[in-house]
């Protein structure tokens, strides 16, 4: 099993509508819950991290972690054609992330 | 936000040539470095993880004598490829551990390392 496993996609939804982004990890010792957007030839940036079981809204973003379920999602409202990257999932245990293979989402607009 | 510099961001080498890469915190000190690398279309890998002052951590499947990590001071990590041969054509990627009052990982700008 691996330790983070995300659908790899694509995913393409229409420009405005909600992208829906899943996630399970094994690591139990896992602390909080980072979510990386990776433009193609570019370095994570950070966009969401959560730390608490429910929901945590940051603009268009929500992040809704279940850690009897561990499993961590991310919706992304109002979908842009900017947001068309790849969405990495990253559980942290003791400052070491495991990284997910991504979920590439696609935008159409 | 903590910035963390990367360099080079592409480099081209021969085959049994070495590469050194260096990452650098800007405005905060960075007592731990992540070295990743990532193969196109896959996710990041931990290479390692850097000490200041100490030996780097190895991954289980990474060659210690091939990728020869220094974090030799607090503010710079340096990654060599030693002996580079065309599979380690990837991009790499390092980031540190922020300052106390901003606990998160910030990353660099990544190096795409190309071996003919």
């Known amino acids: 099993q691996k330790e983070v496993e995300q659908n790899s996609g694509p995913l393409s939804v229409p420009e405005g509508a909600i992208a829906s982004l899943n996630c399970t990890y094994s690591d139990r010792g896992s602390q909080s819950f980072f979510w990386y957007r990776q433009y193609s030839g570019k370095s994570p940036e950070l966009i969401m991290f959560?730390?608490?079981?429910g929901d945590k809204e940051d603009g268009r973003f929500t992040a809704q972690l279940n850690k009897a379920s561990q499993y961590v999602s991310l919706l992304i409202r109002d979908s842009q054609p900017s947001d068309s990257a790849t969405y990495l999932c990253a559980p942290r245990n003791d400052y070491k992330l495991s990284f997910g293979a991504g979920t590439t989402v696609t935008v159409r607009a | 936000g903590a910035v963390v510099s990367q360099h080079p961001s592409r480099v081209i080498c021969k085959s049994g040539t070495s590469v050194k890469i260096e990452c650098r915190s800007l405005?905060?000190?960075?007592?731990?470095m992540f070295w990743y690398r990532q193969f196109p279309k896959q996710s990041l890998m931990l290479m390692a993880t850097?000490?200041?002052?100490?030996?780097?951590?190895?991954e289980q499947g990474v060659e210690k004598d091939k990728f020869l990590i220094n974090h030799a001071s607090l503010t710079l990590s340096t990654l060599t490829v030693t002996s580079a041969h065309p599979e380690d054509s990837s991009f790499y990627i390092c980031?540190?551990?922020?300052?106390?009052?901003?606990?998160?990982?910030?990353f660099g700008s990544g190096t795409q390392l190309s071996v003919l």
């Open positions: 959560i730390y608490s079981n």
């Open positions: 980031s540190a551990r922020g300052p106390p009052a901003n606990e998160k990982l910030f």
């Open positions: 405005d905060f000190q960075a007592t731990t």
């Open positions: 850097s000490n200041e002052g100490s030996k780097a951590t190895y």
